[in-house]
């Protein structure tokens, strides 16, 4: 049997669907669960609320793009607006947008969650083969040097000029033009992410996809038939529309960490662990300017990682310490982040194609929750922790210090006020970032947490095989299970846990 991608913006609404398995997203956790799960000869409905954009459509414009492949349009943040919470909207999920950068789960971080979290299936020896696995999903290589473009090359001069280790990092692509528009959808589909890869397996294995639908509620979770109440969306997404009702025996939310916390407390489902655990990395951006030109935004916009100040061993917490990563956004992100206006401002984006970024990344301790407010509307509470907070210092000071070194004229941090440094003394100025609410541009792609797995319901939200406790055949397969940070990123982690969690499910249905 074969499936299809059906938009619900467009298509008549099915009256009465009853499906043995309803995935709630289709991004790197949902697709790769109903490819497998498809691929087995099970009933599968995957829900999306973004719809699928594909080839020229893609059309590389930050404005219509932000608009459609976004949550929220881009616009999403935490309550204080302090820290701006990214993620994909669009068939095939965050998979689509993102930077491409595969890194899987570091051993010692997988024996951590086993030892110290009882996540037994995660211990190196047991997980190994889903990581593989998960890498092949991927095509995952190394991205040539010819593709590596001159503002990363200046991280990597900088770095190495003080001694620093780094790398060139692995990446999903084949066939890049480097276009460097990975941020806002690649137009010649050169990403092996979960729209090229686990969907179309999926369907053709019978899966069937429903794009503009939205999952507002789980109900009866106790029984064998659940019900899902799904909303159609206008082919923009903006609106609601029509209403159905989806029957399903098994249920696996995959909507990303935070809507996957916010479907099931917009439900009434689980315990009081269910939305908090949340960890967000916030992310911080510096820019080196140099005299030369340097076209950051051509070939690969994020390839080479400063990894001498990374710790993947911390007793405490697994995955610590910081990363400088090579970073260029299109010119539309790059102007809202640049802490000047008017005159300056006009004169700092002239130097656009003199510009070398980074986005110093560092993990976090679970510091913040979500919840929901009138009509299930999204609250994402957080609060940067002191520690957080200066290791981001120490990264500026460090991100400065190379760029410098690689003959920047001055680094500027878009904090407000901004931060300016000219010479290697005045690095110590990131000593003063005071990180006040809404003073730094903190941006966040990397939300885990919320609904953690844990042996005991005293201390999570699902049991370790991603089951929602006190449900019925409810999962959560994204990466809203993690305990803490899984990886400095999260695209690898989350398919890996997902194959492992569906191989686990195929056992017992
Ligand atoms: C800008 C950016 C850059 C990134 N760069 C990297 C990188 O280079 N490397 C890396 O490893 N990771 C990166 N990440 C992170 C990585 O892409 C995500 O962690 C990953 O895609 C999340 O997978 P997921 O399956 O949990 O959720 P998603 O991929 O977010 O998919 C969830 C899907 O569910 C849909 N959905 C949500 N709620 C509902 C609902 N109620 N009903 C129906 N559908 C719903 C959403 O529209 C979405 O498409 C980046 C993320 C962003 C935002
Ligand atoms: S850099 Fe490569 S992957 Fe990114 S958008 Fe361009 S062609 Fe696509």
């Known amino acids: 049997m074969s499936g299809a991608i059906i938009d619900l913006s467009k298509e008549p609404v099915p009256e009465a669907l009853t499906t043995e398995i309803c995935i709630v997203g289709s991004g790197c956790g949902g697709a790769t669960a109903a490819r497998l799960l498809a691929e087995a000869g099970h009933e599968v409905v995957v829900l999306e609320e973004g719809r699928d954009f594909i080839g020229p459509e893609r059309n590389q414009r930050d404005s219509d793009m932000y608009d459609q492949l976004y949550m929220d349009r881009g616009g999403r943040a935490t309550s204080d607006l302090s820290i701006s919470v990214l993620q994909g909207r669009v068939l095939g999920g965050g998979g689509v947008i993102n930077a491409c950068d595969v890194v899987p789960m570091p051993e010692p971080v997988l024996a951590h969650w086993a030892a110290k979290y009882g996540l037994e299936d995660f211990a190196p020896d047991r997980f190994g083969s889903f990581q593989a696995d998960a890498l092949d999903d991927l095509s995952a290589s190394r991205i040539p040097e010819s593709l590596v473009n001159s503002a990363n090359n200046k991280l990597r001069i900088g770095a190495e000029a003080l001694g620093y280790r780094g790398e060139v990092m692995m990446h999903n692509r084949v066939g890049c033009q480097g276009l460097g528009t990975c941020l806002i959808g690649c137009p010649v589909h050169a990403k092996r992410n979960p729209r090229m890869v686990a969907l179309p397996k999926a369907i053709a294995g019978g899966a069937r996809v429903f794009t503009r639908a939205r999952a507002v509620e789980i109900r009866h979770p106790g029984q064998e038939l659940k019900e899902i109440r799904v909303r159609t ?277």
């Open 233 to 509: 969306l206008d082919p923009l997404g903006y609106h609601e529309q029509e209403e159905v009702i989806l029957r399903a025996k098994v249920v696996i939310v995959a909507a990303n960490a935070i809507a996957s916390a916010q479907l099931l407390l917009r439900s009434g489902i689980g315990n009081l662990q269910v939305g908090r655990n949340l960890m967000l990395q916030p992310q911080l951006p510096v820019i080196g300017f140099f005299k030369e030109k340097i076209d950051g935004f051509d070939l690969v916009p994020q390839s080479y990682a400063v990894t001498e100040f990374e710790q993947e061993d911390n007793e405490d917490v697994g995955l610590w310490g910081y990363r400088i990563e090579g970073v260029m956004g299109t010119p539309g992100i790059v102007s809202t982040l640049l802490p000047f206006s008017g005159a300056e401002g006009m004169q700092a984006m002239a130097q656009y194609n003199r510009m070398a970024a980074s986005l110093l990344l560092a993990p976090d301790r679970p510091s913040g929750h979500v919840e929901v407010g009138r009509g299930g509307r999204l609250i994402i509470q957080y609060t940067q922790r002191p520690d957080h907070q200066e290791r981001l210092r120490q990264a500026v000071y460090n991100a400065t210090r190379i760029y410098l070194a690689a003959g920047a004229t001055r680094v500027v941090v878009p904090t407000a006020p901004p931060l300016v440094i000219r010479s290697p003394i005045e690095a110590e100025k990131a000593r003063d970032i005071t990180f006040a609410p809404a003073t730094a541009p903190l941006v966040s792609a990397h939300q885990q947490g919320t609904v953690r797995m844990a042996p005991s319901e005293r201390d999570g939200g699902a049991d370790p095989d991603a089951k929602v406790y006190g449900t019925r055949d409810i999962y959560v397969f994204d990466s809203s299970g993690f305990p803490t940070s899984a990886s400095s990123h999260t695209m690898t982690p989350i398919i890996a846990a997902s194959r492992m969690l569906t191989t686990k499910l195929l056992t017992r249905i």
